[in-house]
Protein backbone atom coordinates (compact mmCIF):
# COMPACT_ATOMS: atom_id res chain seq x y z
CA UNK A 1 0.00 0.00 0.00
CA UNK A 2 1.53 3.57 -1.10
CA UNK A 3 1.50 5.43 1.99
CA UNK A 4 -0.46 8.99 1.94
CA UNK A 5 3.15 11.01 2.16
CA UNK A 6 4.61 9.27 -1.25
CA UNK A 7 1.36 9.67 -2.69
CA UNK A 8 1.89 13.65 -2.74
CA UNK A 9 6.06 13.26 -2.94
CA UNK A 10 4.89 11.03 -6.44
CA UNK A 11 2.25 13.56 -7.09
CA UNK A 12 4.71 16.68 -7.09
CA UNK A 13 7.17 15.04 -9.38
CA UNK A 14 4.98 14.33 -11.68
CA UNK A 15 3.52 18.18 -11.32
CA UNK A 16 7.29 19.45 -11.89
CA UNK A 17 8.14 17.04 -14.37
CA UNK A 18 5.34 18.76 -16.60
CA UNK A 19 6.02 21.90 -15.61
CA UNK A 20 9.22 21.76 -16.84
CA UNK A 21 7.91 19.72 -20.45
CA UNK A 22 5.59 23.09 -20.31
CA UNK A 23 6.88 26.57 -21.26
CA UNK A 24 5.78 30.02 -19.54
CA UNK A 25 5.97 33.41 -20.76
CA UNK A 26 6.85 34.77 -17.54
CA UNK A 27 7.50 38.19 -18.81
CA UNK A 28 4.18 38.56 -20.40
CA UNK A 29 2.82 37.55 -17.08
CA UNK A 30 4.68 39.94 -15.46
CA UNK A 31 3.69 42.90 -17.25
CA UNK A 32 0.20 41.56 -16.85
CA UNK A 33 0.71 41.43 -12.84
CA UNK A 34 1.56 44.86 -12.55
CA UNK A 35 -1.10 45.83 -14.46
CA UNK A 36 -3.41 43.98 -12.37
CA UNK A 37 -2.96 46.92 -9.96
CA UNK A 38 -3.74 49.61 -12.54
CA UNK A 39 -7.72 48.11 -12.23
CA UNK A 40 -7.94 48.24 -8.55
CA UNK A 41 -7.00 52.20 -8.71
CA UNK A 42 -9.10 54.58 -6.50
CA UNK A 43 -9.30 58.17 -7.18
CA UNK A 44 -8.23 60.69 -9.93
CA UNK A 45 -6.44 58.65 -12.63
CA UNK A 46 -3.75 59.27 -14.37
CA UNK A 47 -3.22 60.09 -17.89
CA UNK A 48 -0.77 57.02 -18.43
CA UNK A 49 -3.70 54.54 -17.28
CA UNK A 50 -3.61 51.52 -19.04
CA UNK A 51 -6.64 49.56 -17.63
CA UNK A 52 -8.64 51.85 -19.65
CA UNK A 53 -12.38 50.53 -19.05
CA UNK A 54 -11.89 52.48 -15.53
CA UNK A 55 -12.89 55.98 -14.75
CA UNK A 56 -12.11 57.88 -11.35
CA UNK A 57 -13.51 57.01 -8.32
CA UNK A 58 -14.14 58.12 -4.85
CA UNK A 59 -12.90 61.21 -4.80
CA UNK A 60 -14.12 62.89 -1.70
CA UNK A 61 -12.92 59.93 0.39
CA UNK A 62 -12.02 61.72 3.73
CA UNK A 63 -14.10 64.45 3.40
CA UNK A 64 -16.58 63.38 6.03
CA UNK A 65 -13.37 63.60 8.25
CA UNK A 66 -11.92 66.82 6.92
CA UNK A 67 -8.97 64.78 5.78
CA UNK A 68 -7.78 63.72 2.12
CA UNK A 69 -8.15 60.63 1.50
CA UNK A 70 -8.54 60.18 -2.11
CA UNK A 71 -6.22 57.56 -3.92
CA UNK A 72 -4.94 54.45 -3.48
CA UNK A 73 -6.47 51.30 -3.55
CA UNK A 74 -9.64 48.39 -3.64
CA UNK A 75 -8.66 45.77 -2.21
CA UNK A 76 -10.31 43.23 -4.25
CA UNK A 77 -13.67 42.92 -6.24
CA UNK A 78 -15.61 45.28 -4.19
CA UNK A 79 -15.07 49.10 -3.60
CA UNK A 80 -13.21 49.38 0.34
CA UNK A 81 -10.34 50.23 0.92
CA UNK A 82 -8.59 48.56 3.69
CA UNK A 83 -5.80 49.48 4.73
CA UNK A 84 -4.32 46.50 6.28
CA UNK A 85 -4.09 44.53 3.16
CA UNK A 86 -3.19 47.69 1.09
CA UNK A 87 -0.25 47.78 3.43
CA UNK A 88 0.70 44.44 3.24
CA UNK A 89 0.30 44.64 -0.62
CA UNK A 90 2.97 47.55 -0.54
CA UNK A 91 5.00 46.16 1.64
CA UNK A 92 5.36 42.84 -1.30
CA UNK A 93 5.69 44.98 -3.85
CA UNK A 94 8.21 46.70 -2.75
CA UNK A 95 10.56 43.61 -1.34
CA UNK A 96 9.59 42.12 -4.82
CA UNK A 97 11.46 45.41 -6.36
CA UNK A 98 14.10 45.14 -3.84
CA UNK A 99 15.19 41.41 -4.67
CA UNK A 100 14.36 41.30 -8.27
CA UNK A 101 13.51 44.41 -9.66
CA UNK A 102 16.72 44.01 -12.07
CA UNK A 103 15.11 41.61 -13.96
CA UNK A 104 12.00 43.31 -14.59
CA UNK A 105 13.45 45.72 -17.07
CA UNK A 106 10.90 47.86 -18.97
CA UNK A 107 8.09 46.94 -16.28
CA UNK A 108 10.50 47.98 -13.36
CA UNK A 109 8.84 51.54 -13.52
CA UNK A 110 5.54 50.48 -13.88
CA UNK A 111 6.17 48.30 -10.52
CA UNK A 112 7.71 51.11 -8.98
CA UNK A 113 4.85 53.58 -10.44
CA UNK A 114 2.29 51.11 -8.39
CA UNK A 115 4.01 50.98 -5.44
CA UNK A 116 4.37 55.07 -5.58
CA UNK A 117 -0.06 54.74 -5.84
CA UNK A 118 -0.39 53.17 -2.64
CA UNK A 119 3.00 55.17 -0.49
CA UNK A 120 1.20 58.46 -1.74
CA UNK A 121 -1.95 57.61 -0.10
CA UNK A 122 -0.22 55.84 3.04
CA UNK A 123 1.00 59.27 3.45
CA UNK A 124 -2.14 60.68 3.91
CA UNK A 125 -3.65 58.42 6.04
CA UNK A 126 -0.91 58.81 8.67
CA UNK A 127 -0.35 62.81 8.18
CA UNK A 128 -2.26 63.14 11.94
CA UNK A 129 0.10 62.86 14.76
CA UNK A 130 -1.12 60.05 16.96
CA UNK A 131 -4.09 59.62 14.41
CA UNK A 132 -3.76 56.24 11.64
CA UNK A 133 -6.69 55.70 9.27
CA UNK A 134 -7.46 52.36 8.61
CA UNK A 135 -10.01 52.22 6.09
CA UNK A 136 -12.61 53.78 3.95
CA UNK A 137 -16.00 52.83 2.86
CA UNK A 138 -18.62 51.01 4.61
CA UNK A 139 -18.05 47.15 3.83
CA UNK A 140 -21.76 46.33 4.58
CA UNK A 141 -23.40 48.88 2.55
CA UNK A 142 -20.88 48.04 -0.29
CA UNK A 143 -21.35 44.59 -0.02
CA UNK A 144 -24.91 44.93 -0.28
CA UNK A 145 -24.81 46.39 -3.71
CA UNK A 146 -22.76 45.63 -7.03
CA UNK A 147 -21.82 48.96 -8.13
CA UNK A 148 -19.24 50.23 -10.37
CA UNK A 149 -16.72 52.11 -7.75
CA UNK A 150 -17.30 55.05 -10.80
CA UNK A 151 -20.89 55.12 -9.20
CA UNK A 152 -20.50 54.43 -5.37
CA UNK A 153 -23.17 55.67 -3.77
CA UNK A 154 -22.56 53.85 -0.03
CA UNK A 155 -20.99 55.63 2.82
CA UNK A 156 -17.44 56.53 2.54
CA UNK A 157 -16.98 56.52 6.05
CA UNK A 158 -13.51 56.81 7.53
CA UNK A 159 -12.13 55.21 10.27
CA UNK A 160 -9.05 55.29 12.36
CA UNK A 161 -7.46 54.26 14.93
CA UNK A 162 -5.79 56.70 17.67
CA UNK A 163 -3.87 56.55 21.14
CA UNK A 164 -6.94 55.70 22.85
CA UNK A 165 -8.41 53.52 20.34
CA UNK A 166 -5.14 51.99 18.76
CA UNK A 167 -4.99 49.59 16.12
CA UNK A 168 -0.90 48.05 16.25
CA UNK A 169 -1.13 45.70 13.74
CA UNK A 170 -2.56 47.94 10.60
CA UNK A 171 -0.17 51.19 11.86
CA UNK A 172 3.18 48.67 11.99
CA UNK A 173 2.03 47.26 8.75
CA UNK A 174 2.10 50.49 7.53
CA UNK A 175 5.27 50.80 8.67
CA UNK A 176 6.79 48.81 7.34
CA UNK A 177 4.86 49.55 3.89
CA UNK A 178 6.50 52.49 4.18
CA UNK A 179 10.41 51.60 5.22
CA UNK A 180 10.63 49.04 2.34
CA UNK A 181 9.30 51.88 -0.08
CA UNK A 182 11.66 54.05 1.05
CA UNK A 183 14.76 52.03 0.41
CA UNK A 184 13.24 51.16 -3.66
CA UNK A 185 12.84 55.35 -3.75
CA UNK A 186 16.37 55.40 -2.04
CA UNK A 187 18.27 56.47 -5.62
CA UNK A 188 15.61 57.87 -7.97
CA UNK A 189 13.72 60.00 -5.61
CA UNK A 190 15.78 60.49 -2.44
CA UNK A 191 13.74 63.10 -0.62
CA UNK A 192 10.48 61.48 -1.02
CA UNK A 193 12.45 58.38 0.89
CA UNK A 194 13.58 60.10 3.64
CA UNK A 195 9.85 61.05 3.50
CA UNK A 196 8.31 57.67 4.01
CA UNK A 197 11.35 56.48 6.20
CA UNK A 198 10.52 59.23 8.68
CA UNK A 199 7.22 58.67 8.43
CA UNK A 200 7.41 54.66 8.76
CA UNK A 201 9.42 55.68 12.10
CA UNK A 202 6.72 57.90 13.42
CA UNK A 203 3.95 55.32 12.61
CA UNK A 204 5.88 51.97 13.98
CA UNK A 205 6.67 54.32 17.17
CA UNK A 206 3.03 55.22 17.65
CA UNK A 207 1.91 51.42 16.98
CA UNK A 208 4.46 50.34 19.72
CA UNK A 209 3.50 53.03 21.93
CA UNK A 210 0.03 52.69 21.81
CA UNK A 211 -0.65 48.45 21.77
CA UNK A 212 -3.45 47.06 20.90
CA UNK A 213 -6.03 45.75 17.86
CA UNK A 214 -8.04 47.32 15.85
CA UNK A 215 -10.47 44.55 16.26
CA UNK A 216 -11.11 45.74 19.76
CA UNK A 217 -11.40 49.49 18.91
CA UNK A 218 -13.97 51.26 17.44
CA UNK A 219 -12.79 50.45 13.96
CA UNK A 220 -13.56 46.51 14.90
CA UNK A 221 -17.61 46.46 13.70
CA UNK A 222 -15.76 47.98 10.21
CA UNK A 223 -13.19 45.61 9.86
CA UNK A 224 -14.34 42.43 10.99
CA UNK A 225 -14.94 39.77 9.86
CA UNK A 226 -13.64 41.33 6.18
CA UNK A 227 -10.29 41.64 7.29
CA UNK A 228 -10.09 40.73 11.20
CA UNK A 229 -6.50 40.45 12.95
CA UNK A 230 -6.50 36.15 13.97
CA UNK A 231 -3.04 36.27 14.35
CA UNK A 232 -2.46 38.93 16.96
CA UNK A 233 -0.54 42.68 16.34
CA UNK A 234 2.69 40.78 17.65
CA UNK A 235 3.91 40.15 14.81
CA UNK A 236 3.60 42.95 12.73
CA UNK A 237 5.16 44.86 15.57
CA UNK A 238 8.48 42.56 14.83
CA UNK A 239 7.82 42.90 10.67
CA UNK A 240 7.63 46.69 11.30
CA UNK A 241 10.99 46.81 13.28
CA UNK A 242 12.42 44.55 10.90
CA UNK A 243 11.88 46.52 7.88
CA UNK A 244 12.97 49.83 9.92
CA UNK A 245 16.11 47.70 10.49
CA UNK A 246 16.99 47.00 6.74
CA UNK A 247 15.90 50.53 6.16
CA UNK A 248 17.97 52.55 8.62
CA UNK A 249 20.42 49.85 9.75
CA UNK A 250 20.17 51.09 12.84
CA UNK A 251 20.85 48.52 16.07
CA UNK A 252 17.47 49.60 17.82
CA UNK A 253 15.13 47.91 15.88
CA UNK A 254 17.33 44.42 15.41
CA UNK A 255 17.89 44.64 19.01
CA UNK A 256 13.57 45.56 18.94
CA UNK A 257 13.03 42.19 16.79
CA UNK A 258 15.21 40.41 19.20
CA UNK A 259 14.36 40.81 22.61
CA UNK A 260 10.55 40.78 21.67
CA UNK A 261 10.44 37.69 19.99
CA UNK A 262 10.61 35.84 23.12
CA UNK A 263 8.42 38.75 25.66
CA UNK A 264 5.29 38.38 22.93
CA UNK A 265 4.04 35.57 24.91
CA UNK A 266 2.47 34.20 21.22
CA UNK A 267 3.48 31.13 19.41
CA UNK A 268 5.62 31.49 16.59
CA UNK A 269 3.48 30.17 13.55
CA UNK A 270 5.82 28.53 11.67
CA UNK A 271 4.45 28.06 8.34
CA UNK A 272 2.13 31.10 8.18
CA UNK A 273 3.09 34.12 6.15
CA UNK A 274 0.11 36.10 4.69
CA UNK A 275 -1.61 39.75 4.98
CA UNK A 276 -2.54 38.59 8.44
CA UNK A 277 0.25 36.41 9.66
CA UNK A 278 3.81 38.19 9.30
CA UNK A 279 6.38 35.28 11.16
CA UNK A 280 7.52 33.17 8.01
CA UNK A 281 8.35 36.25 6.03
CA UNK A 282 10.02 37.92 9.35
CA UNK A 283 12.20 35.08 9.43
CA UNK A 284 13.71 35.02 5.80
CA UNK A 285 13.75 38.67 5.68
CA UNK A 286 16.12 39.15 8.75
CA UNK A 287 17.93 35.88 7.40
CA UNK A 288 19.83 38.21 5.03
CA UNK A 289 20.86 40.15 7.38
CA UNK A 290 22.27 37.43 9.78
CA UNK A 291 24.48 35.43 6.88
CA UNK A 292 25.97 37.70 5.50
CA UNK A 293 26.91 39.72 8.85
CA UNK A 294 27.64 36.25 10.69
CA UNK A 295 26.17 37.49 13.52
CA UNK A 296 23.84 34.96 16.02
CA UNK A 297 21.36 33.27 14.00
CA UNK A 298 18.91 32.07 16.55
CA UNK A 299 15.77 31.95 17.07
CA UNK A 300 14.97 33.27 13.58
CA UNK A 301 17.34 31.27 11.08
CA UNK A 302 16.19 27.24 12.84
CA UNK A 303 12.55 29.25 12.68
CA UNK A 304 13.39 30.03 8.53
CA UNK A 305 14.32 26.23 8.65
CA UNK A 306 11.37 24.92 10.68
CA UNK A 307 9.13 26.98 8.10
CA UNK A 308 10.89 25.20 5.17
CA UNK A 309 10.76 22.03 6.58
CA UNK A 310 7.24 22.57 7.47
CA UNK A 311 5.98 22.91 3.45
CA UNK A 312 8.01 20.81 1.64
CA UNK A 313 6.21 17.86 0.69
CA UNK A 314 6.90 14.71 2.61
CA UNK A 315 7.62 16.67 5.64
CA UNK A 316 6.38 14.91 8.95
CA UNK A 317 5.27 17.91 10.18
CA UNK A 318 3.83 19.59 7.56
CA UNK A 319 1.78 23.07 7.62
CA UNK A 320 0.27 22.69 4.20
CA UNK A 321 -1.37 20.22 2.28
CA UNK A 322 -1.04 19.60 -1.40
CA UNK A 323 -3.68 19.12 -3.83
CA UNK A 324 -3.76 16.07 -6.69
CA UNK A 325 -2.25 18.33 -8.71
CA UNK A 326 0.54 19.78 -6.89
CA UNK A 327 -0.93 23.30 -5.81
CA UNK A 328 -0.03 24.08 -1.71
CA UNK A 329 -3.43 24.65 -0.34
CA UNK A 330 -4.39 25.78 3.61
CA UNK A 331 -8.56 25.77 4.01
CA UNK A 332 -8.54 29.40 3.27
CA UNK A 333 -10.92 31.13 0.88
CA UNK A 334 -8.38 32.93 -1.95
CA UNK A 335 -6.28 30.06 -1.78
CA UNK A 336 -3.45 31.40 -4.51
CA UNK A 337 -2.82 34.23 -2.02
CA UNK A 338 -1.00 31.32 0.30
CA UNK A 339 0.87 29.83 -2.93
CA UNK A 340 2.25 33.48 -4.16
CA UNK A 341 3.42 34.17 -0.38
CA UNK A 342 4.83 31.12 0.23
CA UNK A 343 6.47 30.79 -2.98
CA UNK A 344 7.61 34.18 -2.80
CA UNK A 345 9.79 33.42 -0.01
CA UNK A 346 11.07 29.92 -1.18
CA UNK A 347 12.66 32.18 -3.90
CA UNK A 348 14.40 34.48 -1.36
CA UNK A 349 15.50 32.28 1.26
CA UNK A 350 16.64 29.80 -1.68
CA UNK A 351 18.98 33.14 -2.85
CA UNK A 352 20.01 33.71 0.97
CA UNK A 353 20.77 30.21 1.85
CA UNK A 354 22.86 30.06 -1.70
CA UNK A 355 25.04 33.06 -0.72
CA UNK A 356 26.79 31.47 2.31
CA UNK A 357 26.92 27.67 0.31
CA UNK A 358 23.75 25.84 3.19
CA UNK A 359 20.96 23.57 2.96
CA UNK A 360 18.12 23.12 5.62
CA UNK A 361 18.40 20.18 7.26
CA UNK A 362 14.84 17.91 8.53
CA UNK A 363 13.74 15.66 10.09
CA UNK A 364 14.81 12.03 9.04
CA UNK A 365 18.04 13.20 7.45
CA UNK A 366 15.84 15.26 4.40
CA UNK A 367 18.36 17.99 3.10
CA UNK A 368 16.41 20.75 1.08
CA UNK A 369 18.85 22.34 -1.20
CA UNK A 370 18.07 25.95 -2.55
CA UNK A 371 17.31 24.57 -6.33
CA UNK A 372 14.81 22.15 -4.84
CA UNK A 373 12.92 25.68 -3.29
CA UNK A 374 13.11 27.14 -6.59
CA UNK A 375 11.72 24.26 -8.25
CA UNK A 376 8.91 24.07 -5.45
CA UNK A 377 8.48 28.23 -6.49
CA UNK A 378 8.22 27.60 -9.93
CA UNK A 379 6.05 24.43 -9.53
CA UNK A 380 3.65 27.22 -7.94
CA UNK A 381 3.99 29.43 -10.89
CA UNK A 382 2.88 27.39 -13.04
CA UNK A 383 -0.15 25.70 -11.88
CA UNK A 384 -1.06 29.41 -11.60
CA UNK A 385 -0.22 30.01 -14.97
CA UNK A 386 -2.14 26.62 -16.16
CA UNK A 387 0.13 23.79 -15.48
CA UNK A 388 -2.83 21.91 -13.72
CA UNK A 389 -6.06 19.20 -13.87
CA UNK A 390 -8.15 21.89 -14.93
CA UNK A 391 -5.69 23.47 -17.95
CA UNK A 392 -6.57 26.56 -16.93
CA UNK A 393 -4.78 29.35 -16.39
CA UNK A 394 -6.05 31.56 -12.81
CA UNK A 395 -4.77 34.46 -14.07
CA UNK A 396 -7.45 37.13 -16.37
CA UNK A 397 -6.19 37.31 -20.23
CA UNK A 398 -3.02 34.70 -19.66
CA UNK A 399 -2.91 31.93 -21.84
CA UNK A 400 -5.94 30.85 -24.32
CA UNK A 401 -8.33 29.49 -21.15
CA UNK A 402 -8.79 31.94 -18.09
CA UNK A 403 -11.64 32.99 -15.49
CA UNK A 404 -13.94 35.01 -17.69
CA UNK A 405 -16.33 35.48 -14.78
CA UNK A 406 -14.35 36.98 -12.08
CA UNK A 407 -15.97 38.36 -9.20
CA UNK A 408 -15.73 42.00 -9.58
CA UNK A 409 -18.35 44.56 -9.98
CA UNK A 410 -16.21 46.87 -12.62
CA UNK A 411 -14.92 44.08 -14.68
CA UNK A 412 -18.42 42.52 -14.72
CA UNK A 413 -20.69 45.87 -15.40
CA UNK A 414 -20.51 47.81 -18.83
CA UNK A 415 -17.71 50.60 -18.81
CA UNK A 416 -18.48 53.89 -17.42
CA UNK A 417 -16.94 54.90 -21.15
CA UNK A 418 -19.73 53.20 -22.63
CA UNK A 419 -22.71 53.57 -20.00
CA UNK A 420 -22.55 56.67 -18.56
CA UNK A 421 -25.63 56.67 -17.18
CA UNK A 422 -25.84 56.22 -13.71
CA UNK A 423 -26.13 52.34 -12.15
CA UNK A 424 -27.59 51.98 -8.83
CA UNK A 425 -26.94 50.13 -6.39
CA UNK A 426 -29.17 46.96 -6.84
CA UNK A 427 -29.43 47.64 -10.52
CA UNK A 428 -26.32 46.46 -10.72
CA UNK A 429 -27.48 42.83 -9.40
CA UNK A 430 -28.53 41.61 -12.87
CA UNK A 431 -24.83 41.66 -13.91
CA UNK A 432 -23.91 40.04 -10.62
CA UNK A 433 -26.55 37.42 -11.31
CA UNK A 434 -25.44 36.59 -15.38
CA UNK A 435 -23.66 33.78 -16.55
CA UNK A 436 -22.31 35.85 -19.37
CA UNK A 437 -18.67 36.73 -19.16
CA UNK A 438 -17.08 39.94 -17.88
CA UNK A 439 -17.55 42.69 -20.48
CA UNK A 440 -14.29 44.61 -19.11
CA UNK A 441 -11.18 42.11 -18.86
CA UNK A 442 -8.97 43.19 -15.75
CA UNK A 443 -6.17 41.94 -16.60
CA UNK A 444 -3.52 40.14 -14.79
CA UNK A 445 -5.99 39.70 -11.97
CA UNK A 446 -5.32 36.55 -10.35
CA UNK A 447 -8.17 34.99 -8.90
CA UNK A 448 -8.62 32.77 -5.55
CA UNK A 449 -8.14 29.68 -7.44
CA UNK A 450 -9.05 26.32 -7.41
CA UNK A 451 -9.93 23.62 -4.00
CA UNK A 452 -8.25 20.98 -2.24
CA UNK A 453 -9.33 18.82 -5.29
CA UNK A 454 -8.07 20.98 -7.82
CA UNK A 455 -11.49 21.77 -9.40
CA UNK A 456 -11.82 25.63 -10.15
CA UNK A 457 -16.06 27.03 -11.30
CA UNK A 458 -15.11 30.60 -13.75
CA UNK A 459 -18.74 31.57 -11.28
CA UNK A 460 -19.17 35.09 -10.14
CA UNK A 461 -21.39 33.78 -7.16
CA UNK A 462 -18.27 32.13 -5.65
CA UNK A 463 -16.26 34.60 -4.57
CA UNK A 464 -13.82 32.19 -2.92
CA UNK A 465 -12.28 30.71 -5.85
CA UNK A 466 -14.03 33.60 -8.28
CA UNK A 467 -12.53 36.93 -5.87
CA UNK A 468 -8.65 38.01 -7.32
CA UNK A 469 -6.80 40.46 -4.69
CA UNK A 470 -3.65 42.89 -4.39
CA UNK A 471 -1.88 40.46 -2.04
CA UNK A 472 -2.47 37.24 -4.45
CA UNK A 473 -0.61 39.86 -6.81
CA UNK A 474 2.05 41.51 -5.26
CA UNK A 475 4.15 38.05 -4.05
CA UNK A 476 3.32 36.92 -7.78
CA UNK A 477 4.88 39.70 -9.64
CA UNK A 478 8.61 39.41 -7.76
CA UNK A 479 8.21 35.64 -8.48
CA UNK A 480 7.54 36.22 -12.19
CA UNK A 481 10.45 38.87 -12.59
CA UNK A 482 12.62 35.48 -10.93
CA UNK A 483 11.31 33.06 -13.51
CA UNK A 484 11.26 35.43 -16.62
CA UNK A 485 15.15 35.19 -15.84
CA UNK A 486 15.76 31.74 -14.27
CA UNK A 487 13.75 29.32 -16.67
Not at 39 to 65: C, E, H, V, Y
Not at 144 to 169: A, F, Q
Not at 302 to 316: H, L, R, T, W
Request: net charge neutral.
Amino acid sequence: MVSPVSFVVAMLVVTVAAAAAMTHDYKDALMKSIMFFEGQRSGKLPPNQRITWRGDSALKDGFDGDVDLVGGYYDAGDNIKFHFPMAFTTTMLAWSVLEFGDTMYSELPHAIEAIKWSTDYLLKATNTPNVVYVQVGDPWADHNCWERPEDMDTPRNSISVTKDYPGSEVSAEIAAALASSAIVFRKSLPQYSDWLLKRAQQVFYFADTYRGSYNNSRAGRFVCPFYCDFSGYQDELLWGAAWLHKATQKKYYLNYVQRNVYKMGRPWNIGEFGWDSKDAGISVLLSEFLFYNKVDWKPFVPYADEFVCSVIPGSSNPSVIYTPGGLIQKPKMNNLQIATSLSFLFVVYARNLKTVNRVVQCEHGTAVTPSRLVDLAKSQVDYILGNNPMKTSYMVDYGQRFPRRVHHRGSSMPSIKVHKDHIKCKDGTPYYASKGYNPNLLTGAVVGGPDEHDWFADDRNNPGQSEPTTYINAPLVGLLAFFSENK
